[in-house]
């Protein structure tokens, strides 16, 4: 005895009982997917580009999580996606989840806090001859390269005193283009 196959209806077995509602991650949810990501290749960031941050020594990136900007393994929670923007000749990196500036406080640590590109947010990239990029911040009329500092045992990134460190080697991985956010 063959049994009849029963093919289901489109019309009669449509199930709508179910709502979608897209909505925004918070910066705690990571925002990389791996597999989209060619860490072959770094290259100078440039305007209207998305980078991911990378350390050369360490392989860690600059994330900002639970609102604080520090070097984490691409993959876990955390937001790693910076837009390369320029402002009056100064680059700048906005967080793609929060919106913000990653820029420097009072102290000189690393923070991404500024609805806008001013001074505490400014950036020069400088290209190294054995590969890899400085990344420096304005200090008045000064250039200071970022690095990591440690205090009370706790490191974490800041501008340095452009006598105290070279700062970090650091890549920059293209990881979609992007229309202007400013």
């Not at 991911?52 to 609102?67: A, N, Y």
């Not at 420096?136 to 460190?165: C, H, R």
Request: charged share 25%; net charge negative; with cysteine.
């Amino acid at each position: 005895m063959i049994m009849n196959e029963v093919k289901p209806n489109p019309v009669l077995d449509f199930d709508d009982s179910t709502a979608y509602t897209a909505t925004t991650p918070p910066e705690t949810i990571a925002d990389d997917v791996d597999r989209d990501v060619d860490f072959s290749t770094s290259s100078m960031p440039r305007l209207g580009l998305t980078f991911i941050i990378r350390s050369v020594s360490c392989g860690r990136v600059i994330t900002l999580l639970d609102g604080q900007i520090v070097l984490t393994q691409l993959g876990g929670c955390g937001s790693t996606r910076w837009a390369c923007v320029e402002t009056n000749g100064w680059l700048g990196f906005k967080n793609l989840v929060s919106g913000k500036f990653l820029g420097h406080s009072k102290n000189g640590r690393l923070q991404c806090s500024a609805e806008r590109h001013l001074g505490w947010e400014r950036f020069h990239v400088r290209p190294r001859r054995e590969g890899g990029y400085v990344l420096l911040m304005t200090n008045w009329d000064d250039l200071w390269p970022v690095g990591i500092k440690v205090e009370q045992g706790v490191e974490y990134l800041a501008k340095f005193n452009k006598g105290g460190s070279d700062g970090i080697i650091w890549e920059f991985i293209e990881v979609d283009r992007i229309a202007s956010l400013c």
